[in-house]
């Protein structure tokens, strides 16, 4: 999209706003990875279809089958890496490294905000990170962040030429393709048009070959993100609230987020609270939140890798 698609007086007021703002905090979802390539979570997806969140996102499916939790992270891991940061993932670091007392809180475990060289202290991984790696064992306190080996173990490995296939619009988990699937593809045992809703049979793994805790050496590792009835991680809550209540707030950026998960969605109401006025930035002029816009908001309709640079040009010039 043309930044002239931002209408010429919002861009303006903004940038004005803009230029005087101190505090600043940004709240991120998947619709910032879209413009890098990578599904959303509510829009369309793929193979994994077949599957509910409740079979590979929780504590409980990872207990019953850490094979499978692993091969759907796995791949997760791989989109993420073939994936690059976009101009508003580069524009948002730029803002951070330019203004100390600008957060991001994103609800993206995807590694592109430090991948763009997002200054560490200021970007809060609210879900956790497909990077992040911990182990299970109750006795080990075992974590490691920021590793993107890929594949994590031998067993895991994904083809380069793993099929992209046709979305689906009932998706629950927004990712998309199996190493199991593409080779079966591959080898012309299914048909990419006999794939529908049916569950597609994936390869069982020992748990020998899965990634294992080099330190206890008896502990599976799991990914460290947020699973389906965890809390978020309580040291980075703590530290949005103390910054969040540290003074009053002068803007909310809420970007390529259907603001429809609590917590993170309650950060809008709360920085509201502080003082703040809120740009919303997403393609869909439906997703505003349960609060929806009140006056002295802005809206900008549109792809977030176009606009959200377009925005921040006035104070940190063109990325
Ligand atoms: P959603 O999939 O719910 O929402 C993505 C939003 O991005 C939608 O509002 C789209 O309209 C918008 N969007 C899509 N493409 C865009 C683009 N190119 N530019 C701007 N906006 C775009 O994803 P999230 O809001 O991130 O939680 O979902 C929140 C949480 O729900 C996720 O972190 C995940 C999931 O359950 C956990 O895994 C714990």
Redesign the pocket.
Known sequence: MASSAIPAADLRSFAEYLKGCKRIIALL????S??SGLP????AGGLWRSYE?TDL?TPEAFDANPDLVWQFYSYRRHMALKAQPNRAHYALAELARRNTDFITLT???DGLSPRANHPSKQLHHL?GSLFTVKCTSFYCTYSRENDFTDPLVPALAIPDNTPELNPSTDDKT?EVASRSLSQALKGGEIKEADISDERVPLPALSTDVLPHCPKCKEGLLRPG????GESLPSKTLNQVDKWMNAAFVDLILV???????YP?AGYVDKARARGARVAV????RN?VGSSGLQPGDWFFQ????T?VPELLKGVIGEV
Do not use: L, P
Not at 225 to 228: D, H, P, Q, S, T
Not at 255 to 261: M, R
Not at 281 to 284: A, C, E, G, K, S
């Open positions: 979802g998947a619709g910032i879209a413009s959303t979570f509510r829009g969140a996102a609800q993206n475990v879900h927004g993100v947020v699973w389906f970007i390529g987020t259907s603001s429809k998960v993170a930035v997403n393609m869909d997703d549109g792809d977030a890798g606009i």
